[in-house]
Every structure is written in structure tokens, then in C-alpha cells.
T-cell receptor, first 118, second 112 residues
Framework: GAVVSQHPSWVICKSGTSVKIECRSL??????MFWYRQFPKQSLMLMAT?????????EQGVEKDKFLINHASLTLSTLTVTSAHPEDSSFYICSARDLQGRATDTQYFGPGTRLTVL | QQQVKQSPQSLIVQKGGISIINCAYENTAFDYFPWYQQFPGKGPALLIA?????SEKKEGRFTISFNKSAKQFSLHIMDSQPGDSATYFC???????????FGTGTRLTIIP
């Protein structure tokens, strides 16, 4: 149980285009999902907290107009990188917090999406 | 005050040995301390977690030791195997806050 999926697993796009990444909790409901960014050999940096049915909360320094987050249902959150540029190339990882019958505060991570902007 | 300091940055251990990774925190409000294992190109996977009401938690070959007064916690991997070679992250959070603060990671390599 507690499986989180991401789609796509990798994407290559041209500079100036937009890319959408999906994050799904497959066997549990997640009222809260998180989006992280990870550069090679570095730790995870929280970008934003996504709450179902409300606006996402962005961390300081993260451009909300560039990284659009939508959490339309209890099992799906999407991150759209708008007008992507090479510096947006990174590994994007989502996580979901499982509140149903499990230990609270446990976050389960998706497999990540490798974004390369040419 | 939100930082979690992790050491060492990299660690090489012989197969069968004990791998030890340490983390220290400053924020005394932290009350949930998970460890994550990450393989290259994959997302982190929850390994084991502890709350401050216990000083040790063991799951199979993995043990967390927690020292509340020193604000330190560590991961011990007994009988380390080549399959344990990965990057390990400690983290901390405050109950109800939801956000995880991650350590900087330790790249563990188990050699035959």
C-alpha cells in the first residue's frame, strides 16, 4: 500500500514550452501533496504544499506563476512548469501524506520526473 | 533553526559491517524523524521513522537511535549489503505542520 505514481517519468521539451507533471496516490486519499525539486547529488527542496480544493502554498523563492499547482481531487495533483527554460531542468518529486489509518506525518514519495529543457 | 545537519556526506562500508549515519537538529519542536532511502533516478522511500518518546526503534537490519537531550538521531544498518548502496536522507517535522526538513544526504557504498 501507500503507492504514489508520477507521470511522465522523464520529459524533454524545448525552451519556452510548458510541461505538466501528474502525481497520483494510488491506494489512499491524500488531502495534502508536496512538490519537491532535487538537483544532482543534492537534497530535496520543498517547492510547494498542495491542498485539495484550495490554492497551493509556495515556499519562499518559488515563483507561483511559473510553477502552477492544481490539486483537483484527493488522489491527483499536477505541477505545470510554464515557459520552461534550461535552468528549470531538474528532478521533480511529489509526495503525499496518508491520513487513513496510518501513522500521521508519513509522506510517501513518487518515483520522480526528470525534466530536461533544451 | 529549521536545519537538520547530516553526516557523513559519503560513507564506504565493507559488506557485513555496520553503517552509521548521524543527524542533528536544533528545533526542539520537531517530533517526527523519518529516514529515507533513495536510489539513483528514483524517489525517496520511507525506511524507518521514530518519535521522541522512544530512544530506539528497530526494523530488521535498520535501527534508529534517538538522543533527545543531545538533539541527535542516527541510523544504523547492521550486516550491510551491496543492495544497501544508496543515498540516505534523514528528515524532521513538527506534528501538524506537515513539512519535512531534510538533511543533506549521505551516499553509502557497500563494498564486497
Amino acid at each position: 500500500g501507500a503507492v504514489v505514481s508520477q507521470h511522465p517519468s522523464w520529459v524533454i521539451c524545448k525552451s519556452g514550452t510548458s510541461v505538466k507533471i501528474e502525481c497520483r496516490s494510488l491506494d489512499f486519499q491524500a488531502t495534502t501533496m508536496f512538490w519537491y525539486r532535487q538537483f544532482p547529488k543534492q537534497s530535496l527542496m520543498l517547492m510547494a504544499t498542495s491542498n485539495e480544493g484550495s490554492k497551493a502554498t509556495y515556499e519562499q523563492g518559488v515563483e507561483k506563476d511559473k510553477f502552477l499547482i492544481n490539486h483537483a481531487s484527493l488522489t491527483l495533483s499536477t505541477l505545470t512548469v510554464t515557459s520552461a527554460h534550461p535552468e528549470d531542468s531538474s528532478f521533480y518529486i511529489c509526495s503525499a501524506r496518508d491520513l487513513q489509518g496510518r501513522a500521521t506525518d508519513t509522506q510517501y514519495f513518487g518515483p520522480g520526473t526528470r525534466l530536461t529543457v533544451l | 533553526q529549521q536545519q537538520v545537519k547530516q553526516s557523513p556526506q559519503s560513507l564506504i562500508v565493507q559488506k557485513g559491517g555496520i553503517s552509521i549515519i548521524n543527524c542533528a537538529y536544533e528545533n526542539t519542536a520537531f517530533d517526527y524523524f523519518p529516514w529515507y532511502q533513495q536510489f539513483p533516478g528514483k524517489g525517496p522511500a520511507l525506511l524507518i521513522a521514530i518519535r521522541p518518546d522512544v530512544s530506539e526503534k528497530k526494523e530488521g537490519r535498520f535501527t534508529i537511535s534517538f538522543n533527545k537531550s543531545a538533539k541527535q538521531f542516527s541510523l544504523h544498518i547492521m550486516d550491510s549489503q551491496p543492495g544497501d548502496s544508496a543515498t540516505y536522507f534523514c528528515a524532521a517535522s513538527i506534528f501538524g505542520n506537515e513539512k519535512l526538513t531534510f538533511g543533506t544526504g549521505t551516499r553509502l557504498t557497500i563494498i564486497p
